[in-house]
């Protein structure tokens, strides 16, 4: 078993995610639940060895609602992962969130249905109910605050993370909605994920990259080319940040989730 015990699950336009990374391996791995969506990387960055996942396959072939997170979780554990922060791109709502900013979401709302949620589906005889009132680690929020602080980056702390169905994105009467709900920033991946990590007692953080405003909080709709701008332009940051987070966390000891499954 390998001693690496961090990763990064990376979002959209994570091909350029790390890109002085050098890589070791590729693993291949099977789950109980059907293969990850891409072979996990044993890389180093910066003198620092952690695994990266692509959320949505090497190519960015996988749609939001069709990414098998069961088996993404599962892999990660399997090679005794403790800590997972994952990147997710996102819509802004607040308004003082514009296109670049990174926000670290302590709560989340979860918008999402017909995903395979959790690993007690009562298929091997287990009943289990996770406790979410921290949905996300507070040990690792805090590691990513202290990197900020290293680096003298910006980094919003705290929000709801809004988890949208997809693929479409949302309307503008929706995104009212979500505001009412108390919702900053709305993506596509948060969930199942966060709770899946929290299922394997994996600590488990999300940083929120903003690359658009929401629908009907721009004077325009939105598109792929602003989304791909605002990636462009804001990745460096985010990899300087990732990078410092991993050398904190690593020379730390592991931590734990805040969450816990009680088993009935």
């Known amino acids: 078993m390998s001693s690496v015990t961090t990763a990064i699950i990376g979002g959209s336009g994570s091909g350029t995610l790390l890109p002085e990374m050098t890589v070791k391996e590729h693993i291949e791995l099977t789950t109980p639940y059907g293969n990850p969506s891409s072979p996990i990387v044993h890389g180093f960055y910066k003198d620092q060895s952690f695994y990266v996942l692509y959320r949505h396959g090497m190519s960015h072939t996988l749609l939001p609602h069709k990414i098998n997170y069961r088996a993404n979780i599962w892999a990660l554990s399997e090679l005794n992962v403790k800590a997972v922060v994952a990147i997710a791109t996102c819509g802004a709502i607040r308004s ?51 990197a900020a602080k290293n680096l003298d980056v910006t980094l919003v702390n705290g929000g709801v993370y809004g988890i ?23 993506g596509m991946t948060g969930m199942p994920e966060a709770a899946l990590a929290a299922e394997k007692s994996i600590c488990y953080a999300t940083v929120n990259f903003v690359v658009n405003p929401a629908a009907g909080r721009g004077n325009h709709a939105i598109g792929m080319d602003e989304i791909k701008m605002a990636w462009e332009s804001g990745y460096e940051k985010l990899n300087r940040l990732l990078a410092e987070t991993l050398a904190i966390a690593n020379a730390g000891d592991p931590m734990t989730s805040d969450s816990s499954v009680m088993l009935m």
């Open 96 to 146: 003082t969130l514009v296109p670049g900013s990174l926000m670290v979401p302590d709560q989340l709302i979860d918008y999402t249905w017909g995903r395979e949620s959790t690993f007690f589906d009562g298929t091997d005889g287990r009943v289990g109910h996770l406790e979410m009132t921290y949905p996300y680690c507070s040990q690792l929020r805090e590691v990513l605050f202290l």
């Open 164 to 186: 949208a169905q997809g693929p479409r994105f949302e309307t503008p009467a929706e995104i009212n909605r979500m505001e009412i709900d108390g919702v900053d920033v709305v």
